[in-house]
């Protein structure tokens, strides 16, 4: 007896996932909090979630506060975390801190 099962005709048994929940999500953490953030929310992505926070803080509370968002649960491990500040308002020692805290993170 021949078997008369046909892969193309059967239904998958594969869950089918939205696709919209897949999109790898960019969060971007800026020191302004009105002028950065517009500028990056006028980008138009289909491709990817784009969120934007801003906070009004300093270069090394930025970092550590993007340190705790990537740490949450509610980004995944393709998620990317970005930080902008603008060099010219923070001090080398200062931007030097958080450049380390960002170093520490990825070798961790």
């Known amino acids: 007896m021949k078997n008369k099962f046909n892969p193309r005709k059967s239904k998958s048994l594969k869950r089918k996932i939205n696709s919209r929940n897949t999109k790898k999500t960019f969060l971007i953490l800026c020191e302004g909090e009105k002028t950065e953030p517009n500028y990056f929310k006028g980008f138009r992505v289909k491709t990817a979630n784009i969120r934007v926070l801003g906070t009004g803080m300093n270069t090394e509370s930025l970092v550590k506060e ?3 968002y990537k740490n949450s649960s509610e980004f995944s491990n393709k998620d990317e975390f970005w930080v902008v500040f603008d060099k010219d308002s923070f001090s080398n ?5 958080a450049f380390k805290l960002v170093e520490n ?4």
Not at 93 to 97: E, F, G
Not at 105 to 108: A, G, N, P
């Open 93 to 97: 020692s200062l931007i030097n801190k």
């Open 66 to 68: 993007c340190i705790k």
């Open 105 to 108: 993170q990825i070798i961790l």
